[in-house]
């Protein structure tokens, strides 16, 4: 499932990836923002072949969950 985002167009890979690109509270007006493509980078999401915004997989060793990301 994809999630596109009406405020800013950028387009994610699920709903935990879109919901970590907005920010703000919802109880305060105006105060709701997208983060930028850059910031959302630096919080550990990458851009998949299909141009989506999706959270790195992490990469899978014999003794476990490493938290490195895959490239």
Known sequence: MTC???ACGE???SVSSF??????KY?????RKC????VLIEK???????GFL???APIISSCGVD???NK
């Open 19 to 24: 919901d970590m690109h907005r920010v703000g």
């Open 35 to 38: 983060l930028s493509e850059k």
């Open 4 to 6: 596109e985002c009406t």
């Open 54 to 56: 999706v959270r790195a």
């Open 44 to 50: 550990g999401l990458i851009k998949n072949k299909k």
């Open 27 to 31: 109880t305060i007006p105006d105060t």
């Open 11 to 13: 387009i994610f890979g």
């Open 67 to 69: 938290k490195g990301i």
